[in-house]
């Protein structure tokens, strides 16, 4: 249990380490920046670690934005302050951020993520159906559609689970009906 919880641990800090690296690299591009420029700027700055007392060389500045190293967290302040930027915004997720991850997805998603994209687009598609927009509750329907992307993934299986249940539930009471 206890190595589960390491190995769980180091994928998230690694995910974490290349998550910042993408960010910044991604903020040096947007700013129009060279990795060369940005490696000067932050040497000027004279940012000092707490482990060495000393400032990274410009090989190791590299490796933080090759994803080699690990991006110490008392760097944040002068990464920040390079690229012209809140600390905040070097988490922030963006659009180009969110697409990626989709892509990632996309390219081999597992059996879960079929299933919730499958009824996303299902939904989706009865949405903007004529027949449903015509339907009492359709003002709900979208309503719902519309909120649909801030519930967790954990509430969104359940959410398909119990619609399942009402929607088979329904289908035999319709053929009961009809028998």
């Known amino acids: 249990m206890i190595k589960l919880s390491l190995e769980l641990f180091k994928l998230n800090k690694m995910e974490f380490i290349l998550n910042i690296t993408d960010k910044i690299n991604s903020i040096i591009h947007e700013k129009g920046m060279t990795r060369k420029y940005f490696v ?30 690990e991006v110490k967290t008392e760097l944040i302040p002068y990464i920040a302050k390079v ?11 963006n659009t180009k951020d969110r697409l990626k991850t989709l892509k990632t997805i996309l390219k081999s998603p597992t059996l879960e993520e079929k299933k919730l994209l499958e009824n996303y687009f299902k939904f989706e598609e009865k949405i903007n159906n004529y027949k449903l927009q015509n339907e ?25 689970d119990v619609l399942e249940s ?5 289908i035999r009471a319709e053929e009961e009906i009809k028998s």
């Open 40 to 69: 000067k700027e932050l040497l000027l700055l004279n940012p000092v670690l707490k482990t060495t007392k000393e400032t990274p060389s410009s090989s190791t500045i590299y490796g933080y934005l090759n994803g080699s190293r």
């Open 83 to 93: 690229l012209d930027v809140s600390i905040s915004e070097l988490f922030e997720e």
């Open 136 to 160: 009492a509750n359709y003002n709900l329907y979208k309503y719902i559609f519309d909120i649909l992307p801030f519930a967790s993934e954990k509430f969104l299986y359940t959410l398909i």
């Open 166 to 170: 009402f929607k088979d539930s329904t």
